[in-house]
């Protein structure tokens, strides 16, 4: 509360020396960011530029329309006894007022047709990654190129306690994620979008990137980030509940420092495979079930399976997840989801062995003691 | 004109039964008087303004700091989506629907609408349809989460609150298309002898080419809509890929919808500024005739540009462009428009009255808005603010600066003559003042929130856009509380004040200020010769 207090004090206080003021002295006020962030790309500054000279325009004009309206309201008032003149139309003025701004606009037209054709140009990217939009997370699949074969979600990594104001918000708030995308600088990259439930948005302001995830469909954008860095971006088509919370990070580091990366991501995937013919006991599977049931279910479904009333559905008690018949009930609904509601088709996301433990897990927490096992090897036969 | 005569009819055959308003709760039922039901759409409007406004003021607190104080994301979505929904559909529209009512027998010089009985349908159709939309808060699952917008798939995972939302637009649907029927058989066949097509006040003219968009528009959200029922209940897949469908399908509908409404709210908000602007400027508007061609070229051209909406779904380049360029062109008309008011004012003879004021404040902030609109329609730099709060800014300069404040002048303009008595010019000027400063402290904010990236529809946000969204929302309760005073006004005005005589303002042209103030319950039974106005 101590910190909400402060920042009040600061908006009155800028409120009060009045809002234009702020204009003048941004650089004092650093939470007043008043344009768009100079993008790394060089595409991307040339929207910029485009996005400056088109509002200088607009400026110029509002200023001289609104210069003579202002010039009308003082010197034509009846107050000072004006008498009004008696003309209602004048045919070279109205062609001229029609003329000047077509020609405004095509001056517009020719940079802004330059600049978009080439950032629709995707031929020839060094490396391909496929982005995947789930409720609520992103997936990163490294298709072509240095770092083929590398994949893995990035989830909001953000403790919950910061969004529900029971801790202090640190710096990279709602804006940080646990596995950020890492791509070289200088490549060109290509992104293909698409989703797995409804329509997300890839957005990276820093590379004038945005491009709607469709699920079913595959739209391809690209980047080449010229500057080392870190950037970030959030989903920008409303995804459902979660939405506000599914940013997107990308890391743009050096070639050595990528080609370093991938082979730790190689290194870090051979090792961290798991026997899929593993007899998981009770304990070990619960352990492991509750860490993937954090990450994948508990976003709508609760920490302690209690679900949103109305919304989602609760598990704790639930007929699919308590009684003992609806075991494959419950590896089905898991593994393929249920059509035409939030609950994704998980065997797409997940490996047998976190579907597995996560059943095991759901079947066995909070009120749910059905004592059931699932082993990888049932959900690999439920495929 | 003997058939003329015929249609207006009825009101005719009405004198003979009774010679004033019929008491009690059932005159407001079966009333087919256009004065009580152009009354009836403007407090509901009003009403609705109020539910609408208060959602978004649930809006406003929830986004004053970050993390998640007072809703979950969830009702948050709710929130966003009924917001836009009730203000469009329940406030903005009827609120001209009232005016026209109201005032476009008495611009013209006939009895009453065309098809009288058929009003007073269309008017009660619509608490029943916001009624739905408001019930469907309190349905299991909530109301509808996904944006006024509606995009499947994501409307196909709601509850049955969407099947309510889904219900409710059919029906407003309905409202609009009878609506539109009645204006534009009223104004093509009840014109007082003498007043043709071009000698007709501009707020007709404005009305008789939003009454065309609302019939071709109004029938494809309706489309739409039934696809996304169909789609949820009854096994289709029209947008859904898994079935040969595609979501994006949606969105061009839609969109093909969503960018003639714009106009259909906009259009009528341009025929009262032309109204108002002329009367304290004490001279007949500048380019008549321009001003209705560009009114209908405005209106033809926004029936192709829908997919601006659209540049960042993965439309290929050569749409992109194509709708770049059909965008960028509805500057020209709408600029024309805007240079128009500023001609008309020129060497007037100026008085600066509330619905003056209300006019050139419209004219200053929705041509803001249209700037910002130019901004959005270059595709490279719309790639950049798409579904950012530079949007919402963009659309509220148009919507709220735009069409409310023009609501309000024509609801000054005309309230002396509704009521007999003149409002009080001291608060309203207050009221103007109030609104004017806490609209631009909420809004003005949001286009610095999208230029730094802080995109739309989320509840909660980084750490960096706390500022201006502290100010935004203290602009909100601002601008919500100074719109209480307007009630005030006109329940103030309604129990007296000092009486009007016929001509209300001395510059105001037109039929309407011929007949008594209060405007008698039967007006025109004989229609008037129209003498000609000045263009």
Known sequence: MKVSMKRFASVTSAAALGLWSIVMSSNVWAGYQLNLDVPVTEVGR??????????????????????????????????????AADFHEHLGIEIAWTIIPSIILVLIAIPSTRTLIEMKDTSEPAITVKVTGYQWKWGYDYLKGEGEGIKFLSVLATPKDQIHNKAEKSANYMMEVDNPLVVPVNAKIRILATANDVIHAWAVPAFAVKQDAVPGFIRDTWFKADKEGTYHGQCSELCGKDHGYMPIVVKVVSAAE??????????????????????????????????????????????????????????????????????????????????????AAFGAQLSDTDIATVITYERNAWGNKTGDMVQPADIKAAR | MAHDHAIGGHAGHDEHEHHGPPSGIMRWITTTNHKDIGSMYLWFSFIMFLVGGAMALVIRAELFQPGLQIVSPDFFNQMITLHALIMVFGAIMPAFVGFSNWMIPLQIGCADMAFARMNNWSFWILPVASGLLILSMFVPGGAAGTGWTLYPPLSIQMGMGMDFAIFGIHLLGMSSIMGGINIITTILNMRAP?????????????????????????????????????????????????????????????WFFGHPEVYIIALPAFGVISQVIPAFSRKPIFGYASMVYAIAAIAIISFFVW????????????????????????????????FNWVATMWRGSLSFETPMLFAIGFLFLFTLGGFSGLVLAITAVDILLQETYYVIAHF????????????????YYWLPKWTGYMYDETLGKWHFWLSLIFFNMTFFVQHFLGLAGMPRRVPDYALQFTEFNMISSIGAFGLGVSQLLFLYIVLKARKGGKKVDAQVWDGAQGLEWTVPSPAPYHTFETPPVFEGGKH
Request: hydrophobic fraction near 50%; charge should be positive.
């Open chain 2, 307 to 338: 997919a601006h909406h659209m540049y960042v779904t993965g439309i290929p380049l050569t749409g992109q462009l194509y709708f770049m360029y059909a965008t960028m062109i509805i500057a020209v008309p709408t600029g024309v428009k805007v």
């Open chain 1, 258 to 343: 990528y080609t370093s990366w991938v082979d730790e991501q190689k290194k870090k995937a051979a090792s961290n495979v798991d026997d899929p013919n593993k007899v998981w006991a009770m304990d070990e599977a619960m352990a492991r079930g509750e860490k993937v049931y954090n990450a994948a279910c508990a976003s709508c479904h609760g920490a302690n399976g209690q679900g949103v009333p109305g919304a989602f559905p609760a598990l704790d008690g639930s007929k699919i997840a308590k009684l003992a018949k609806n075991k494959a009930a419950h590896i089905d609904i898991v593994l393929h989801g249920k059509p035409g509601t939030a609950m």
């Open chain 1, 46 to 83: 040339r929207a910029y530029d485009l996005h400056n000279e088109i509002t200088l325009i607009c400026l110029i004009i509002f200023v001289v329309v609104f210069g003579v309206l202002a010039y009308s309201m003082v010197a034509h008032r009846k107050s000072k006894g004006h008498k």
């Open chain 2, 194 to 254: 003498g007043m043709t097509l071009m000698k007709m006040p501009m707020f007709c003219w404005t009305w008789l080419i939003t009454a065309f968009l609302l019939i071709a528009s109004m029938p494809v959200l309706a489309g739409a809509v039934t696809m996304l029922l169909t789609d949820r209940h009854f096994g289709t897949t029209f947008f859904n890929a898994a079935g040969g469908g595609d979501p994006v399908l949606f969105q061009h509908i839609f």
């Open chain 2, 396 to 411: 509220h300069y148009v919507m709220v600066a735009g069409a409310l404040f023009s609501a309000y002048a024509g609801a």
